[in-house]
């Protein structure tokens, strides 16, 4: 349970906050320059992205790398569509399909970016050398 919590903890309180982003009225002292917002969700959900990619990889070891990048895409991409479904209900803010193209390609870059430097990490581990032991003089 305390793993469980450990590794699910950070994706879930994430979301909640995003939740609680998406209800309120966008604040008026952000720059307003054209695809700031698209930064920006971009990088939330990037962050949202490897969230779910870390609480994958450690609660389902089995589980395969492509497995792992698979479903943190799609519950990333998922939970973006769904709160632009929300925002759609709400005055103060307005549904747009490029703020969920903006979420799953943020959640996209950051899952590759993940998976690189795990591969490339990989490969170094690999590449080092071997050297058998040196027998100790009796």
């Not at 209800?23 to 720059?31: G, T, V």
């Not at 990048?69 to 925002?87: D, H, K, M, N, R």
């Amino acid at each position: 349970m305390r793993i469980g919590l450990r590794l699910w903890g950070p994706p879930l309180a994430w979301m909640a906050i995003l939740f609680w982003l998406a209800s309120s009225p966008p604040p008026a002292s952000l720059p307003r320059w054209v695809g700031w917002d698209k930064v920006q969700h971009a990088g939330a959900y990037g962050l949202l992205a490897a969230l779910l990619w870390r609480a994958l990889r450690g609660t389902w070891p089995p589980l395969p790398s492509w497995g792992v990048f698979l479903g943190a895409a799609c519950i990333t991409s998922a939970y973006g569509a769904l709160t632009e479904v929300y925002q759609a209900f709400l005055p103060q803010r307005a549904a747009e399909g490029w703020d969920w193209v903006a979420d799953t390609v943020g959640g996209l870059v950051a899952l590759m970016g993940l998976q690189a430097r795990r591969r490339h990490q990989s490969e170094a581990i690999l590449s080092i050398p071997f050297q058998e032991e040196e027998s100790c003089p009796p």
